[in-house]
């Protein structure tokens, strides 16, 4: 006797794979539905009219017939959900709502420098709700909202166990999934950054890479055989902890020598800003500088270049990956500056979805179950 849970399993994965290539390809017939997938036309019949009970696709037209019944054609209404994914770095939260399709139909960026943790969710779900009533859209059509966050991270327990960067630890978001109403998903910023990129980014064609997340520390998230490794404890990829200097400096985590503290964005600002007579407050202001051949500036980045390539070179010693990808506002710059040469010699390529990896791999965790990613 076949066990009932197989054929809901089935059933569940058919219609993820149904629904994942009305998302690659948004206008399908259903005979090429079924040939693609391998499926038969009854299988795809009873989805398809699932799913335009749900709202979820549509019939748009009738193609041309080679001979025989005319087949009918298929359109995905991308618009009828929608995702929220949230960035939250220690002076920055990026909220992005996003259509089926991983489109921004809005971004909101807000300082949230002196607040604390709630305060700052607290700005998010106002934000929220009023996206959701700028574009008429009811909760219900809300998939859920994805967090990136910085540290370590229980994704089964919405827990955030360790954050230096943010002086927090073993915070707990069921009450701001209460509070809005929506289901929340979490993720560490730079795993979820790596997922962004096998999904959407750079990497599809590539099994074995390392996303280095640059931000005001720095992560790292590992995809092995096409998928985000996580570790046994969920914090695998935390490069930005391992020590790279004998320097006294004292690291967020409380040891010294961490490569963070050299690679990170906020290690160049504060590094010119204890040397140049203004203060600075972006990277976009420190790379002006340099362009305008600013002595500090020029030292700086050379310097820095040669702590992010010791950290670079331990990573491809200890990992062997086919590529390291740069993420984060820092990729955008270092692009235009590395020679062809430098980064075909640390495997380096940049993500060309910077700086938003982190939080479009956010606004896709809604979307895990509904596409099997």
């Not at 997938?37 to 696709?57: A, C, D, F, K, W």
């Not at 540290?151 to 978001?173: A, E, I």
Request: contains cysteine.
């Amino acid at each position: 006797m076949k066990n009932p849970m197989d054929q809901s399993t089935i059933k569940r994965i058919n219609r993820a794979r149904i629904l994942k290539v009305f998302r690659d390809h948004e206008i399908i017939q259903k005979k090429d539905l079924a040939e693609g997938l391998g499926l038969s036309i009854t299988t795809v019949t009873t989805n398809t009219r699932q799913l335009i009970e749900e709202g979820l696709i549509e019939e748009t037209g009738i193609a041309e017939s080679t001979g025989g019944r005319k087949p009918v054609v298929f359109k995905f209404n991308k618009n009828a959900r929608v995702s929220f994914g949230v960035e939250v770095t220690p002076r920055m939260v990026t909220l992005i709502m996003t259509n089926l399709v991983s489109e921004i139909m809005e971004m909101v960026k807000f300082s949230i420098e002196g607040m604390t943790l709630p305060q700052a969710l607290k700005v998010v779900e106002t934000q929220i709700d009023r996206l959701l009533e700028n574009h008429e859209i009811e909760k219900q059509d809300c998939l859920g909202i994805g967090l990136a966050l910085p540290g370590s991270v229980d994704d089964g327990q919405k827990l955030l166990l360790n954050s230096p960067n943010l002086h927090v630890s073993n915070f707990s978001f069921e009450g701001f999934e209460a509070d809005c109403g929506i289901e929340v998903f979490t993720g560490n910023e730079a795993n979820l950054a790596a997922f962004a990129e096998v999904i959407l980014g750079t990497v599809k064609p590539i099994k074995n890479a390392v996303y280095v997340s640059i931000t005001d520390g720095v992560g790292c998230g590992i995809i092995s055989n096409g998928e985000v490794t996580k570790g046994f404890t969920n914090s695998a990829g935390e490069f930005g902890h391992m020590r790279v200097s004998d320097g006294p400096k004292v690291c967020s985590c409380g040891r010294t020598g961490c490569w963070e503290l050299f690679s990170s964005e906020r290690a160049l600002i504060q590094g010119y800003n204890e040397n140049a007579a203004h203060a600075i407050s972006t990277l976009t202001e420190f790379f002006d500088a340099y362009a305008q051949n600013d002595h500090i500036a020029i030292e700086l980045l050379n310097r820095y270049i040669a702590h992010l390539a010791i950290g670079i070179e331990n990573i491809l010693l200890g990992l062997d990956p086919e590529v390291i990808i740069i993420g984060g506002e820092m990729a955008v710059f270092l692009k235009s500056i590395l020679s062809s040469e430098e980064s075909k010699e640390h495997r380096l390529i940049f993500s060309e979805i910077a700086p938003l990896s982190a939080v479009l791999g956010s606004s896709l965790l809604p979307f895990k179950a509904m596409f099997g990613f």
